[in-house]
């Protein structure tokens, strides 16, 4: 698959981000300066484990949503999913969720209003949830599913990006109903041009939404003797692929902002801008 020419439009400054430390003691706001604003401690765990906690944010920056591992840790039946003031770290809300996770991503909808949460079971599966701060109340939906890991959203909301936990294909759903609209399995995908009997290829758990139309599917491989991967253009209107962008090789990690741009680091590792030329 050719590459897709591409431009440089701009050095992209680092965000400016709550710093919420999630351990398993505690979560721990720290401002820019180093200096603690709040803790919120958690029980202590009764069990070693590898479970680590997490924390997203909407850009308002009024709530701060935590991940609680507990379940693996020994601290109860399922995990805790927190809502807390970020000014000082007071509990809004609080539910109790169905697993066991080792670890879990939010990802905040573009409406401000719902956070989605991933979180992972390792070998058994990941599990997604639909969470909404009502009052003191956290309504909480689960979907159906334990084998999708979720990608992230398109730019309108109205529908999102998950890839099978075995990595054997890319889907898309509505939202917030979660119904499946487009699957493509990682046969229809560009296979490598590896000549390797042993070579293992599979959809990579990234990418999303380039803009409105168009999404970055990523395709990985590897083998004894190699390992790769390739972040292909897919057209959501007809399922054919318009491409592959050219993302340099030591820095896979990219940005979606979903207005048709995707954040890299070039080939000095300086954070920047690219669309398609």
Known sequence: MALLDKRAVDPVEPKAEPNVQVTTTEAMYVEPSGTVRWRHLFAAPAEKSIARGSAG????????????????LGRGEGDGWLVLRAADGRLVAEETLPTAGQGAGHVPHPDGVHM??????????????????????LDVHAYPWNDRVLIG?????????????????????????????YVVDIDRLPQPEVDDEDLEVMVGWGGGYLDATTAVVIVEWQSDDEEGRAFHLLDLSTGSVLGQLDI????YDIELPGDGSWINR????????????
């Open 57 to 72: 944010f909407f850009p308002d920056g009024e709530h701060v949503w935590v991940y609680r591992p507990d379940a693996m």
């Open 116 to 137: 989605l949460l991933d979180v992972g079971e390792g070998q058994d599966g990941s599990l997604l949830f639909r969470g909404r701060l009502d009052g003191t109340a």
């Open 153 to 181: 959203f398109s730019p309108d909301g109205n529908a999102f990006m998950t890839v099978d936990h075995s990595q054997a294909d890319v889907a898309f759903h509505t939202f917030p109903a979660g119904e499946r609209t």
């Open 248 to 251: 340099h090789e030591d820095n």
């Open 266 to 277: 070039d080939e000095h590792g300086r954070p920047t801008r690219w669309t398609l030329a």
